[in-house]
Nanobody, 121 residues
Framework: QVQLVESRGGLVQAGGSLRLSCVAS????????MGWYRQAPGTQREEVAH??????NYADSVKGRFTISRDDAKNTVYLQMNNLKPEDTAVYFC????????????????WGTGTQVTVSS
């Protein structure tokens, strides 16, 4: 079994910062891509950022404000969020593409349960 657990989000004022983390545990052989998605009420889940190897990609709405990073030794992905805006308010989910054994041919996406981030104006 693989579990992803996000850190607690929180309430922050516009212009403030917040750092999220997500740790994967369980039967893990290798992790390929790590990423973050978010979902605001009444909207579809959207990708925020992902990182694969040394390359990171961001949604246009967060470029220049958010930074994704990873620590492979700790099976952890981070999302540093700066200059937060009210429109960043959402539940944030981490996702990782994981192979659970060396004999496993395919990568499978595992998701965290989500953490609420609320930005007040």
């Amino acid at each position: 079994q693989v579990q992803l657990v996000e850190s607690r989000g929180g309430l922050v004022q516009a212009g403030g910062s917040l750092r999220l983390s997500c740790v994967a545990s369980g039967s893990i052989f290798s992790i390929h891509t790590m990423g973050w998605y978010r979902q605001a009420p009444g909207t579809q889940r959207e990708e925020v950022a992902h990182i694969s190897g040394g390359s990171a990609n961001y949604a246009d709405s967060v470029k220049g404000r958010f930074t994704i990073s990873r620590d492979d030794a700790k099976n952890t992905v981070y999302l540093q969020m700066n200059n937060l805006k009210p429109e960043d308010t959402a539940v944030y989910f981490c996702v990782m593409s994981i192979r659970i054994t060396a004999a496993t041919a395919n990568w499978r996406n595992y998701w965290g349960t989500g953490t609420q981030v609320t930005v007040s104006s």
